[in-house]
């Protein structure tokens, strides 16, 4: 029988308002991989935060090794052996790698002795295959590259347990079948990995066992052996899940969308876009798969007019569009769900009417030329909130308040009911719960099928594969590969998003 | 060739630009390391009116010019834990207790300075000589016939230097001013580090109070700091938060600082009250073309300056 190396019993934490962990229990044996599966917000962070000492629960124990564990701080979770790589990289983008490996590690004495570490840091990489150098800053790193540091950071400090929040939520399939042959290493020299998604499938490859959080509870604990995907998906939801959607067969529509040669910087004045071009129909969805970070959020920001592109031309519809104001392009019937929903697409302190009347309160019936007729104003942010199936605490509530599914729901509703000619889709599902992915993915459907073409960037290939009839492959600022989503490989596309170019590629 | 003495009005006029730039160099070492660490300290001001003031009083009573300035010292980082505990520990606006800070150190030194007014210093600090250093041509007189606290100046912004870029200490000052979470999470205490260079911060801000009450103008006046922690702060933004460029911002000041001086001294036509503007036009202009140069290359600017940090807060 193995031991077992982490056990938590009973573990129940608050914040304001909200219970994160209801009475959890877990345990990890030595030489596993256990899993935590849930939706978004089922407390999972909040859980291997607790196992970091990063929160500190307000009922319930840790055990290390048997023992009670009182974990303060990281610096005492590191004393036992427990290692997080968080979801957000924990890294100083302006340091280098190395000086990102000894920061906080508390040996050795006031100077920096380079050489010492940099050997450390090498025999660790080759013995784990974590190709990275150690002498490169952090952000002149790959996402991939950055994980296997903060991989290494860990294994530099000796951990023993490991936990790794969503860490494949970054990286191309190649890139995650690599990091699971790490885990699967890591393992095998006698360490323990908590692994956290909410992806079956990856999740049934890497785990010995599976434990499901809903809504801060423990569902239940299975065996790799004894799980299916469906089950899995029926214990973290609740109920059945769509995973495929009806829809009209592709409409042959006129372009409404035209990029030619289109570059541009983002804010840091490194040059992100090298020269797009595509092009989108009308009542058709053309997905962008990319790893984060290839151009795609500037890309967006270029077409509704937020940031300057420096050379190249966007047309909408016949005209071109090209660095015209955003208020301008939006009059053409441009509407835009932007990536940061919560500052971009909403102004957090305003209320439900409010935001929700952002698009329409110069026209009537909202506005009689002068004032806002607030009564309107009302009755249209409640139609919204049924149709839209919106929870909210009050109609007048900031809606910082709401759920982050909410506030998406709210946003897409304001910007769809606009009837677009062309829709502007930037990770519309990110962090949102099963039903509200659901509600969104509808939408986006129904605005195709009505003739609107829509520009859909995600991370998500599932979604983008599940949604899109035509897929634009992004990597360092060029769309490498086009693919029609009825005969699209998952495997082709994830190379070309890693930047593998040698492939026959349909061009479009 | 330079006229003999126009060679000496000039070495002269640089000597000078040493030791008045020294008074802005001090605290502009120390708020680059605040900074660094993510806290931003705009009592420069109140915090040297306060070490001008402790410092010269202390010399006044002791007659210990060394003594003085240690209290100095002292007095400034003890005023710099009041704006620790505001924004550190209480999590408040940066600028605002910064600008109280400010208010508070020139309106206490104002009250308890009133029957120190026009008093003088009796006390003269020994200059000496560097052997061989001081012995270079021209060089040699500005930088190294200075007195004991322009060379700590030198080793303060030289070893800061090194502590910045090479020891541990410095990758955690560097690492919390630019991504506080993850320094947090890789053990660094944040607010330890917070605290101790925003302290740090106000030692060299009253070290540069002490040492214009001690050493370069060795009486007291009302306000008498003028607006140098100012200065202080637009260096730090024209050294790219780095120690050692903060010297040459720091003689560049001192260099016009002191060319009013001589100018006025000589008797000069041009109205004095537009000689002494000089230094604060060229404050004005440093920081436009710094702040130009700081957005271009994105460079220097500590991430996370002026953010408070709280574990559990989203
Ligand atoms: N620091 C925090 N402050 C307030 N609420 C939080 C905080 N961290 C998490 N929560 C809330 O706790 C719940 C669980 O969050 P989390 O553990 O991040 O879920 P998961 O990782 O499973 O997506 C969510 O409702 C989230 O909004
Ligand atoms: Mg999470």
Known sequence: ?508 | MLGPTLQTILINLLYTAVRSGTIILFPTIGEIFAERSGVMNLGIEGMMIIGAFFGFVVTYTTKNPYLGFVAGMLAGGVASLIHAFIVITLQGRQVVSGLALTIFGLGITNFYGQRFINAQLNVSLSRFAIPLLSKIPIIGIIFFKQDIFVYFSYIVAIFMWYVLYKTKVGIQLRATGENAAAADAMGVNVYATRYFWTFFGGLLAGAGGAYLTIVYAPFWLDGITAGRGWIAVALVIFAMWDPINAIFGAYLFGSIDALQFLLQARGTTIPSSLLSMQPYLLTFIVIVIASLIVRLKHIGVPRELGLPFSREEK
């Open chain 1, 1 to 508: 029988m193995e031991n077992i190396v982490l056990e938590a019993r009973n573990i129940t934490k608050y914040f304001p308002g909200i219970l994160a962990n209801d009475h959890i229990n877990f345990d990890l044996y030595s030489k596993e991989v256990h899993t935590l599966l849930g939706e978004n917000g089922a407390g999972k962070t909040t859980l291997v935060n607790i196992f970091d000492g990063l929160y500190y629960p307000n009922e319930g124990e840790v055990y290390v090794n048997g023992k009670i564990a009182n974990i303060n701080s990281p610096l005492d979770a590191m004393k036992f052996g427990i290692g997080m790589i968080h979801q957000h990289f924990m890294l100083v983008d302006t340091l280098t790698v190395v000086e990102n490996v000894v920061l906080g590690f508390q040996k050795q004495g006031f100077r920096l002795d380079n050489n010492s570490i940099v050997k450390k840091i090498q025999e660790i990489s080759e013995q784990y295959n974590l190709k990275v150098n150690p002498y490169a800053k952090i952000w002149q790193l790959s996402v991939g590259e950055q994980q296997r540091v903060e991989i290494i950071k860990m294994l530099y400090r000796g951990a023993n347990i490991l936990i790794l929040d969503e860490p494949t939520a970054v990286l191309t399939p190649q890139e995650i079948d690599s990091l699971f042959l790490i885990i699967n290493k890591i393992k095998s020299d006698g360490k323990s990995v908590i692994f956290i998604s909410h992806k079956l499938e990856e999740v049934l490859k890497v785990s010995d066992r599976i434990t499901v959080l809903k809504k801060g509870k423990v569902v239940g604990t299975v065996n790799k052996e004894h799980a299916t995907e469906k089950e899995l998906a029926l214990m973290m939801v609740g109920r059945e899940v769509l995973f495929r959607f009806d829809r009209k067969p592709t409409a042959d529509g006129k372009d409404i969308l035209k990029i030619e040669n289109l570059e541009g910087y983002n804010d840091r004045g490194v040059k992100r876009l090298k020269g797009v071009n595509l092009t989108v129909k009308s009542g058709e969805i053309f997905g962008i798969a990319g790893v984060a970070g290839n151009g795609q959020e500037e890309l967006a920001e270029s077409i509704t007019g937020l940031r300057k592109s420096s050379k190249g031309k966007i047309f909408i519809g016949s005209c071109e569009s090209t660095n015209l104001l955003p208020s301008r392009i939006l009059k053409k019937g441009v509407n835009y769900i932007p990536a940061d929903r919560i500052r971009t697409g909403l102004i957090p302190n305003l209320s439900s009417v409010d935001n929700a009347i952002l698009r329409c309160y110069m026209r009537k019936p909202i506005s009689n030329t002068f004032t806002v007729n607030f009564t309107k104003a009302k009755d249209y942010a409640n139609k919204i909130i049924t149709e839209f199936n919106i929870m909210v605490p009050r109609l007048d509530a900031p809606v910082k308040l709401l759920s982050g599914g909410n506030m998406q729901k709210l946003l897409l509703a304001r910007e769809i009911l606009e009837e677009p000619i062309l829709l502007i889709a930037v990770h519309p599902t990110r962090g949102l719960d099963i039903g509200a992915t659901e509600l969104v993915r509808k939408k986006l459907i129904e605005a195709r099928d009505k003739g609107a073409a829509v520009l859909l960037i995600s991370e998500d290939l599932d979604e983008i594969i599940m949604l899109s009839d035509r897929i634009g492959v992004i990597y360092d600022g060029k769309i490498v590969g086009l693919v029609d989503s009825k005969n699209a490989q998952i495997n082709n596309i994830g190379l070309m998003m890693g930047g593998s170019k040698n492939l026959n590629v349909q061009k479009g």
